[in-house]
Every structure is written in structure tokens, then in C-alpha cells.
């Protein structure tokens, strides 16, 4: 599998919304924060990074993520496969995992 990065419309918008949602719906327990240093918080409290070779990695970091999977180098954990969302649809798709605080 090669990663590509994409360049197309905004994907937050419009009908990708709910393929977005149903992603978060299956990796929910996933999800990362952007915190106040600049580092990801797993919702176990793991810190974790984007991984160089995303196309998120170029661009303004997103305040929340889910990813598919993590690699360790060099002490570092760094998310793969991960995908910009909104705070609010963990609390939607999962409200027996997350509240609101």
C-alpha cells in the first residue's frame, strides 16, 4: 500500500461527513487530542505524534484524530493511518465511551 497525499476538496463538508462518521465510529477508542505542547494525548493518556510520511503532518495539526494504528522509533510512538474529526462525534458515535467535559 502507498501512502498518497491528497489533494481534493475540503472533507469535513457535504456527503464525506457521514463516511467521516462512520470511521469514528469504529475507531473511537482511537481518538488523540492536541494538547497545549504540541503533542497528541491518546484517550488512555499515551502521547503520541503524526508520523512524518502524512499529509497531516505538512498542514496546521488538527485538534482531534483517530487513527488505525501506531509504530514506536526512536522512543517516539507515531500515529498511522489517522484522519481529522470533529470533538463532538466521539460523544455522538460513542456516548458510552465519552462525555462531555
Not at 29 to 58: D, E, F, K, W
Request: net charge positive.
Amino acid at each position: 500500500m502507498v501512502d498518497k497525499t491528497f489533494d481534493g476538496p475540503d472533507l469535513g463538508t457535504g456527503k464525506c461527513v457521514r463516511v467521516m462518521r462512520c470511521v469514528v465510529s469504529g475507531l473511537f477508542p482511537q481518538a488523540a487530542r492536541l494538547s497545549p505542547a504540541g503533542v497528541y494525548c491518546g484517550v488512555r493518556g499515551a502521547q503520541l505524534h503524526i508520523a512524518t510520511n502524512s499529509c497531516l503532518y505538512h498542514h496546521q495539526q488538527p485538534k482531534w484524530v483517530v487513527f488505525a494504528g501506531v509504530v514506536s522509533v526512536a522512543e517516539k510512538t507515531y500515529m498511522r493511518d489517522l484522519m481529522t474529526i470533529q470533538k463532538d462525534w466521539l460523544i455522538e458515535v460513542a456516548p458510552h465511551y465519552y462525555r462531555e467535559t
